[in-house]
Nanobody
Framework: QVQLVESGGGLVQPGGSLRLSCAAS????????MEWYRQAPGKQRELVAT???????NYRDSVKGRFTISRDNAKNMVYLQMNSLKPEDTAVYYC?????WGQGTQVTVSS
């Protein structure tokens, strides 16, 4: 089972940017779907973005036009570029693939 490790979270002001990374322990060439989820305090975990092996992507409405998911199959990496961040984007962000979850990385958007 693939292991996933997220990084890149932190504290950023509203309007700022962050790039999250997800490192997989094995080749992701055969992993069709890779996803980013997030969970804010007191709320359910929600799907943020999906990328399939062919490169097609999908986003939840609240992040469309601001977030970009990408994957580098050669490096076994998945990324989430987050621009124009808002306080409501504050959450722990998780990488997910097959039945595996990473440990999460905290993103806090605050002035």
């Amino acid at each position: 089972q693939v292991q996933l490790v997220e990084s890149g979270g932190g504290l950023v002001q509203p309007g700022g940017s962050l790039r999250l990374s997800c490192a997989a322990s094995e080749s992701i060439l055969t992993i069709y779907v890779m996803e980013w989820y997030r969970q804010a305090p007191g709320k359910q975990r929600e799907l943020v973005a999906t990328i399939i092996s062919g490169g097609n992507t999908n986003y939840r409405d609240s992040v469309k036009g601001r977030f970009t998911i990408s994957r580098d199959n050669a490096k076994n990496m998945v990324y989430l570029q987050m621009n124009s961040l808002k306080p409501e984007d504050t959450a722990v962000y998780y990488c997910h693939a097959q039945r595996s979850w990473g440990q999460g990385t905290q993103v806090t958007v605050s002035s």
